[in-house]
Nanobody, 115 residues
Framework: QVQIVESGGGLVQPGGSLRLSCAASGFTLSNKAMMWYRQAPGKERDLVASISSTGGSTGYPDSVKGRFTISRDNVKNTMYLQMNGLKPEDTAVYYC????????WGQGTQVTVSS
């Protein structure tokens, strides 16, 4: 059974850092393309980071480029999102996604950036 569980969210001050984790079970993420999305209240869910199936390629929108880093640990079967220089506009629920025979989403983890 495929399961994806995000963790690591919380309240952080502007300029701070968080590392989100996405623990996968029921499949091996080492050869899968995976993504992080976020959704702020009243807004659409937006892609914030992607990593290719080989891990050799990553992608970010301009809004987070240079501040966010996606990575994965194939031994732990876990994907990460390191977020530095956080801004209030980064406040959202963050989700990870993997595409297998269909899209699988985690339940999300709340990130709040506020002083």
């Amino acid at each position: 059974q495929v399961q994806i569980v995000e963790s690591g969210g919380g309240l952080v001050q502007p300029g701070g850092s968080l590392r989100l984790s996405c623990a996968a079970s029921g499949f091996t993420l080492s050869n899968k393309a995976m993504m992080w999305y976020r959704q702020a209240p009243g807004k659409e869910r937006d892609l914030v980071a992607s990593i290719s199936s080989t891990g050799g390629s990553t992608g970010y929108p301009d809004s987070v480029k240079g501040r966010f880093t996606i990575s994965r640990d194939n031994v732990k079967n876990t994907m990460y999102l390191q977020m530095n220089g956080l801004k209030p506009e980064d406040t959202a629920v963050y989700y990870c996604k993997v595409v297998l025979e269909r899209d699988y989403w985690g339940q999300g983890t709340q990130v709040t950036v506020s002083s």
